[in-house]
């Protein structure tokens, strides 16, 4: 490895990637919600949090971060760290929808686990991905290579001060390869954000960390590409706070954080099975099926 | 040990282009590596979870960190970093716990870290060093450089006495003897080392023939050898400046397993101490030269292999 060199080739758009348009990701991320859907028919698991970050995953994935086919070690990948680690089914539908994961799902921890492909990282004590994200960060940046980290974690999760400390690192260390984007559904284990442990002003308190801070949907892929890029090629680390609903997609999960940990029943199931069938009959069709 | 050290440390990245340094706001270790090159040093400032977790980040990028910090910070605050982001994936990470035991004195007990040991103890990838004197610190250092796996190693925070001989610190994974002897056997690791010679010395002059053997790796731990040792003799006495599972003790008495030998151990209890010196906490636990004396006789009076002279 060369200490000498340190200039990280920051510059996006993902060369590595087909052209994917929103249609195309908001598509990709229905089959990996049906996906968790029919795992979470089998048994209980982190259901909401997994449909609330789905389309960020997807999003980040098709249409941001670079990668190589066949390749999850590539060692000049751009890294995905799903720092809400109870997210898990959401990222392995995601992988799973991409090709990366094989075989059975439902076999896998209901944490990501070190080892597994495009797994960058164990994650599920929370507050730790952030911390993780510097370090990979500022090794790649010292290193002389191009790798960008992207790090997701929960709203809930920022109560944890570790992330704060990381906050600080990370605009201390001008780590301009770094983004975090912050699922911010509102909710977490036992109600709303703001009656359990108010975050809010959550965007001054990032600014005032030294962050550059962007906002939008969470399930508008254009809008979080388009931030998230933005963010990515600015002078120091950023932040996206997007917004998100829990348990987005099936309507009787949205915004209900009992689904925070639960079981489908097969009624359920076909419920919201019919429920994802009938927004891609609305969706415009996509340009690539 | 910090001044001992430091030189290692600096050789190291030096020599390893991929071994980097990190810390958190103590700079004591890393010195030298600062001067030569200060993009090698990483500070966090005073956040201990942050600079173990960004470590882990660093190691998975390719670069084999050196982590050094006060060891009550390190180890207790930074623990489940320690556990998730380092050990459990087996990532070459160095940690240096300053201060280890009851060495910052009259510091209190926000400074002692007497747990550290038991708390590396419990994981299930971790080795861990406890050097007897900074001779013993740099020659572990020397060892475990650069970084191949989850390691830790406990440094004191002032300058303990010298016990290793520099000119020839042996293997640092053996059982080293220190002191020959045939009535019994003291097994000591960490500044114990020289309150075990400390004891055994005194009772030479009582007619008491004791051997000390210092144990510098406590994991992995040289159970075979400490078991062939502890063949020859009626009683060992173990003498640790740490407290809870996992220690010097607990690892000989599951080494030697039952007689001939009954083992003996002296460590921390589970008393928060009083204000006092290094030296003073060390007699306060009971693992001092003069604990570790008593031990000896005590027993050997009661196997009625020894009439106590005094």
């Not at chain 1, 195309?24 to 698991?45: G, P």
């Not at chain 1, 909401?48 to 990668?67: M, Q, W, Y």
């Not at chain 1, 359920?268 to 415009?284: D, V, Y």
Request: net charge negative; glycine share 10%; with cysteine.
């Amino acid at each position: 490895m060369s200490s000498s060199a340190e200039q990280p080739s920051r510059h996006s758009p993902p060369a590595e990637h087909r052209p994917v348009g929103p249609a195309d990701v908001l598509a990709f991320a229905d089959r990996a919600r049906l996906r968790v859907l029919r795992l979470a028919a089998t048994k209980a698991l982190h259901v909401g949090p997994a449909l609330s970050v789905i389309d960020l995953l997807a999003t980040l994935r098709l249409t941001v971060l670079r990668d190589r086919p066949g390749r999850p070690d590539w060692p000049d990948r751009d890294r995905l760290l799903l720092s809400k680690g109870h997210g898990a089914y959401g990222l392995y539908a995601v992988l799973a929808e991409s090709g990366v994961l094989a075989g059975d799902l439902h076999r896998l921890p209901g944490h990501p686990a070190d080892g597994l492909p495009g797994v960058e990282a164990a994650t599920g004590a929370l507050g730790h991905g952030l911390s993780l994200g510097c370090g990979m960060a500022l090794g790649t940046r010292l290193a002389g290579r191009p790798g960008r980290i992207v790090v997701v974690t929960g709203d809930g999760e920022l109560d944890e001060g570790t992330n704060w400390e990381a906050a600080q690192f990370a605009a201390h260390h001008r780590l301009a390869n770094l983004v975090a984007v912050v699922d911010r559904n509102g909710l977490q284990q036992e109600g709303w954000t703001e009656d359990v442990l108010r975050l809010e002003p959550l965007a001054d308190k990032w600014r005032a960390f030294g962050w550059s801070v962007a906002e939008a949907d969470g399930h508008d892929p254009a809008a979080v590409r388009y931030a998230v890029t933005a963010l990515l090629d600015g002078p120091g680390p950023g932040v996206l706070l997007a917004h998100t609903i829990k348990g987005r997609g099936v309507s009787f999960m949205e915004n209900d954080p009992g689904w925070h940990m639960g079981r489908l029943t097969a009624e359920q199931l076909s419920t919201a099975t019919a429920e994802l069938a009938a927004r891609a009959t609305a969706r415009p069709q996509a340009v690539r099926a | 040990m910090r001044a001992a050290c430091a030189p290692v440390i600096a050789a190291a990245v030096r020599s390893h282009p991929d071994v980097i340094t990190a810390g958190a706001d103590g700079q004591a270790l890393f010195g030298p590596v600062i001067g030569a090159d200060p993009r090698r040093y990483i500070e966090t400032g005073i956040a201990e979870t942050n600079l173990v977790a960004m470590a882990a980040g660093l190691a998975r990028t390719g670069w084999r960190p050196v982590v050094g910090a006060m060891a009550p910070f390190l180890i207790r605050r930074a623990y489940e970093q320690i556990r998730l982001d380092v050990s459990l994936p087996g990532l070459p990470v160095l940690l240096l716990g300053v201060g280890g035991g009851l060495s910052y004195g009259p510091l209190g007990p926000t400074h002692h870290a007497v747990d550290d040991i038991a708390l590396m103890s419990a994981l299930p990838r971790m080795d861990i060093y406890c050097p007897a004197d900074a001779t013993d610190a740099a020659h572990v250092l020397r060892a475990c450089l650069p970084p191949g796996r989850p390691t830790y190693i406990r440094l004191t925070a002032r300058e303990d006495p010298p016990v290793i001989d520099s000119g020839q610190p042996g293997d640092v994974h053996a059982v080293r003897t220190l002191r020959a002897g045939r009535d019994a056997l003291v097994l000591a690791t960490g500044r114990c080392v020289a309150e075990a010679l400390a004891a055994a010395e005194h009772r030479a002059g009582a007619g008491l023939d004791v051997a000390v053997a210092a144990v510098t790796c406590l994991h992995p731990f040289p159970a075979e050898r400490v078991r062939e040792l502890a063949r020859d003799f009626s009683l060992v006495v173990t003498a640790e400046e740490a407290a809870g599972p996992g220690g010097l003790g607990d690892r000989v008495a599951t080494a030697v397993g039952g007689p001939p030998a009954q083992v003996t151990r002296l460590r921390v209890d589970d008393r928060y101490p009083p204000v006092g010196t290094h030296e003073e906490l060390l007699a306060f636990y009971g693992v001092d030269r003069s604990a570790i004396t008593s031990a000896l006789t005590r027993t050997l009076i009661r196997k009625g292999d020894h009439e106590d002279p005094v």
